[in-house]
């Protein structure tokens, strides 16, 4: 079970792809259908590996990530 | 009523505290340095804030910071400090800012000279500054109407939410007059609700004209085109005088309407037929005033310290219904009244063979 | 499951019209985020420059008001000037502050206004589509300087902070970077001192930002934040410049 869960806004998400390079666990990938505006946007490809660690979502510049964590002591 | 021996300068500046600005931004430059000084001097003591800007540029950049923050505000110049405040007009102009602004205007073009001038009549009154816009121009005559346009100019700053120039040079900035302040009747002004004041309590403001979509370019023009057509209906101001029976009109404003004056005198010792139109507001040009003479005109002597710039307004204001003729002087030299009354005489020799 | 992230509430809802991996985001969500943390989306007037974020009156939950072209700490100084309890900041480009404004920003310190100025370096102009900057490094190729800079014809880039940090008004300069988690997280203490500093009256601060324009650098937004890493990173000065409390 993940310690973390990743959303990601995809009407905001431009699919620049930090998010995806900067993930150590590799949680995220770009996806195959475009969004709206034609963007490939970022989506969790491997959701059991977030830790929640809120890196990508330091790095996104168009601010649509949010981030939940397992309250600890769980 | 207490009267006041006050230089012109000086005049403006208590003026302008009188009418509650409490604000003042300024970069020195002579012949207007007086004003400034007047104010670093007194804006303290009625908890008002006056800062030496680094240049004209940043001065009305710094009005234009206070007047959206919603507070009454002034800068003072000359002639090449008032042509680094163009961008900053422009900008105050299509965000509608109410912002004060005095020329003491000097000889240009270039660094120029300190003498009187009107040659930045243009720059005036025709925007100054890129983009369609006008400033509300304001050209007084006596160091007592320094002061009653001074603090009307803050009235119709905030009633119009529009630059408000006032322009006159440095006879009537270093002239000493007697004057009263009187208690005026406080206009009823639009509150300032736009005003970006922090957003506490109510939906946020901004002020900002750039867009980059057309439709919206041409609605804002459309609506500043509008303001301006109701500024020119309801706020020309003009002056007449001995014009009742007048064959012929002087048009002067400023030092010149002085010189003008005298030059209508002595004419009128003479038995010529002529009056004076004084404009006072210079934009909006008072084309009612020469509208209400057209029919008994025949001809039009505009008297000015440039190369002829008001000429033009007048040839518009009267659809060069009669001839129209240029007595000037430039580069700070000023015209005697006699020298007028000659120029005058020349241009229309029938108006003194008449007598 | 506990939110750990999420979108601060001094952000409209409206998305940044800035091109996909520009870092301008970035640093608009730490302003964002430090407003609502200190409580001032009530008292706080930000001044936008003229460059790309020239349009992020629309981003900010606060008052605003755009400024011409390098003038923001003029404009800012008039409303800090107008209402002294108030918190004012100016967010500028480096060809908005470093060159046309120059005058501006450099007066602003010196008279110690108190008010705080974020400053945003790509090293290029965004806006008007990949300019030499002031800030723009040797040999770096941009439209106006085609083989690269050269600064026997060019000059040499300008460090702002470190420039600022000698004015005695400036009472906080700091200088960070946006390229990793972990200098986001410093670029976001460091607009907190700087806001703090502001709220204490202690006068004017400056955060100069590294940041990316990958559209004009011409490489993807995964590359740009490499070449801010390698090149900027090594050229600029980084680190708290200019601390007046702790001196
Ligand atoms: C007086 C004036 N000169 C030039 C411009 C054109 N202009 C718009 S933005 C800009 C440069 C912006 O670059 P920068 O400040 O580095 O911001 P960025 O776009 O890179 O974020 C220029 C030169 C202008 N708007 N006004
Ligand atoms: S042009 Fe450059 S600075 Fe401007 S939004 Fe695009 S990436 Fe950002």
């Known amino acids: 079970m993940a310690k973390g869960t990743v959303e990601v806004d995809k009407l905001r998400c431009k699919g620049c792809s930090i998010c995806v390079e900067v993930c150590p666990q590799k949680v995220l990938n770009l996806s195959k259908e475009p969004n709206p505006k034609g963007y490939y946007y970022a989506r969790q490809a491997d959701p059991d590996n977030c830790t929640g660690c809120a890196m990508c979502a330091l790095m996104c510049p168009d601010v649509a990530i949010r981030i939940w964590r397992q309250a600890s002591g769980n | 009523m207490k009267k006041y021996l006050l230089k012109g300068n000086e005049a403006i500046a208590e003026a302008a505290v009188r009418a509650g600005c409490r604000l003042f931004f300024g970069y020195p ?327 | 499951m506990k939110e750990v992230f999420k979108r601060t509430g001094a952000l409209t809802d409206a998305p940044f019209h800035y091109c996909p991996g520009c870092t301008h985001g970035i640093i608009h969500r730490l302003v964002a985020e430090n407003l609502e943390e200190l409580n001032l989306l009530g008292k706080a007037i930000g001044v936008t420059p003229v460059g790309c974020a020239g349009f992020c009156q629309q981003y900010f939950n606060i008052d605003m008001q755009g400024a011409a072209h390098g003038r923001a700490p003029a404009v800012a100084t008039g409303i800090k000037r107008a209402l002294p309890d108030r918190f004012v900041f100016t967010y500028q480009g480096d060809g908005d502050l470093a060159s046309i404004g120059i005058a501006e920003v450099m007066h602003a310190a010196a008279r110690g206004e108190n008010i705080t100025t974020i400053f945003v370096n790509n090293a290029i102009y965004g806006m008007t589509g990949g300019q030499m900057a002031p800030t723009t490094l040797p040999g770096q190729k941009t439209s106006t300087s085609p083989f690269g800079r050269e600064p026997s014809v060019a000059g040499y880039p300008l460090d702002m902070p470190k420039i600022i940090a000698q004015i005695q008004g400036a009472a906080y300069v700091a200088s960070v970077s946006v390229d990793s988690p972990k200098n986001v997280l410093q670029a976001k203490k460091a607009i907190r001192q700087a806001f703090e500093y502001q709220l204490a009256g202690r006068g004017f601060t400056f955060v100069s930002v590294l940041s990316t324009c990958p559209t004009n650098w011409g490489m993807s937004p995964v590359k740009a934040l490499e070449w801010l890493r390698e090149n900027m990173m090594k050229n600029y000065t980084l680190g708290v410049l200019k601390d007046a409390a702790a001196q």
């Open chain 2, 29 to 355: 430059i002579t012949p207007s340095t007086e004003i400034i000084e007047y104010m670093a001097k007194h804006l303290p003591a009625v908890n008002g804030t006056f800062v030496q800007a680094e240049s004209e540029v940043s001065a009305i950049n710094m009005c234009f910071g206070a007047a959206g923050a919603g507070v009454r505000v002034m800068t003072a110049s000359s002639s090449p400090g008032i042509s680094l405040m163009q961008e900053g007009l422009s900008y105050i102009a299509a965000n509608e800012l109410p912002v004060v602004v005095v020329n003491i205007v000097r000889a240009g073009p270039g660094l120029g000279g300190l003498g009187p001038s009107q040659a930045d009549y243009f720059q005036a009154t025709k925007g100054g500054g890129h983009g369609d816009y006008r400033l509300i121009v304001l050209a007084p005559s006596t160091v007592q109407e320094l002061v009653n346009l001074t603090q009307d100019a803050f009235d119709l700053a905030d009633l119009y939410r529009n630059p408000v120039m006032i322009m006159a040079d440095g006879i009537l900035g270093q002239m000493m007059e007697p004057v009263v302040f009187q208690e005026r009747e406080t206009r009823q002004l639009p509150a300032k609700d736009w005003a970006t004041t922090g957003a506490e309590g109510r939906p946020r403001n901004t002020i900002t004209s750039y867009s980059l979509q057309n439709e919206i370019g041409e609605a804002n023009c459309l609506r500043w085109e509008a303001k301006y057509r109701s500024i020119a209906a309801a706020e020309q101001r003009w002056e007449q005088y001995m014009t009742d029976d007048a064959a012929y009109l002087m048009v002067a404003y400023g030092t010149t309407a002085r010189i003008a004056k005298a030059a209508v005198q002595m004419a009128r010792k003479e038995g010529i037929k002529v009056g004076l139109l004084r404009p006072i507001t210079l934009w909006p040009f008072p084309v009612d005033g020469f509208k209400s003479l057209q029919g008994q005109i025949k001809g039009y002597l505009s008297v000015e310290l440039s190369a002829g710039q008001m000429i033009e307004d007048v040839r518009l204001a009267t659809n060069c219904s009669a001839p129209v003729h240029l007595c000037n002087r430039q580069g700070g030299m000023v015209p005697a009244p006699e020298e007028v009354l000659e120029r005058f005489k020349e241009v229309f020799p029938a108006a003194a063979a008449a007598v």
